[in-house]
């Protein structure tokens, strides 16, 4: 049980336990979410207002654009979400926000949205770190509990991360250059697929040969990775067919083959290494269908492999509230304030 004391007139520390309602808001890039979460693990309700088409036209996120419409979206949400959860804000046990990373006009909202409810309501806030509520959407009907190895892959993060216990976590690995997701948008961009061309270009990969074109796996010391060469290699590919008919299908393959297969030495190695047979996919590209493909395959060699489902890979709320519930390096204090890098 976690107590927290930072309500604006109370003088009692409030216990969040497992009956405990805590409702969460993320705003920190181009989707607007807000969700009701008892005990950390059971979602009563999960609203998304997604961005994705107004961008798609600029070909990525315009964060001015995208903070503009987080100001228009975060009252619906919140409607929305007491709605589908039935309940009222007197209902509410602690209320949680997302303080970074992230694009920072972007956060301001959601954060000052939820600090505002809990001042309204007197119930304490909690402030959250958008990568550790990635490793959180986890626990959201399951039973996972640390230790555990996480591979933590998103458009601007790649990550191992050994959680040993819910107030323990260390980074052992990281990119030095380009999150897996940045490089799949930029190897996308280069075959001509429109944003977002992550999902995309995993869709194209299931139709092409993974074995087409030998890329290259940078050599990184340690548990780090590098992806800046990979996009260059593919960068060169593609000029190479000037002139021809570009095998876009096999080149996303060999490309997404390439990735996975990088992803996957490290996380065992690390495994291994940490004695830990738990581990966890988290982040965007959790739900890329190779990456996910193959850590699920360490299944038949004796891990448990979790993943959330597909709806709390991308950015939700939902993750936040659990991890408001389970992690103790939290931000308890009302004035904390936004942050853009990890």
Request: proline share 4%; aromatic share 8%; net charge negative.
């Amino acid at each position: 049980m976690k107590k927290i004391k930072n309500t604006l007139f109370g003088n009692k520390p409030v216990t969040i336990d497992e009956n405990s309602l805590i409702m969460a808001i993320e705003s920190s890039c181009d989707e607007t979410a807000c969700a009701i979460v008892k005990g950390g693990r059971t979602v009563l309700a999960n609203v998304v207002a997604s961005q994705i088409e107004i961008h798609e036209k600029f070909g990525g996120v315009i964060p001015e654009i995208a903070a503009r419409e987080h100001l228009e979206a975060v009252n619906v949400i919140v409607d929305e979400a007491f709605k589908q959860a039935g309940v009222r804000g007197e209902d509410i046990s602690a209320f949680a926000g997302t303080v970074g990373p992230g694009l920072v006009g972007c956060l301001l909202v959601g954060l000052n949205a939820s600090k505002s409810l809990a001042l309204a309501y007197d119930k304490p806030f909690i402030g959250i770190n958008h990568l550790n509520a990635h490793l959180a959407a986890n626990f959201i009907d399951t039973n996972l509990e640390p230790p555990f190895l996480a591979l933590l892959v998103s458009g601007g993060h790649t990550q191992i991360i050994y959680v040993k216990s819910f107030s323990e976590m260390k980074i052992i690995g990281e990119t030095i250059d380009d999150a897996v997701g940045e490089a799949y948008d930029k190897v996308a961009r280069l075959i001509g697929l429109p944003y977002p061309g992550g999902p995309k270009l995993d869709k194209m990969a299931q139709n092409g040969n993974s074995h087409a074109f030998k890329l290259p796996e940078a050599k990184v010391d340690g548990y780090n990775f590098s992806f800046s060469g990979l996009k260059t290699a593919v960068l060169r590919l593609v000029k190479s067919f000037e002139n021809k008919e570009l095998p876009v299908e096999d080149i996303c393959a060999s490309f997404q083959e390439c990735v996975s297969s990088t992803l996957l030495k490290k996380v065992k190695r690390a495994a291994e290494e940490y004695s830990c047979k738990q581990i966890v996919l988290a982040g965007g590209v959790a739900a890329n269908s190779e990456i996910r493909r193959k850590i699920f395959d360490l299944k038949n060699e004796g891990y448990d492999v979790y993943a959330p489902i597909m709806k709390y890979c991308t950015d939700n709320a939902s993750m936040v509230a659990s991890a408001a519930f389970f992690f103790e390096n939290t931000y308890d204090d009302i004035d904390v304030e936004v942050f853009s890098r990890a």
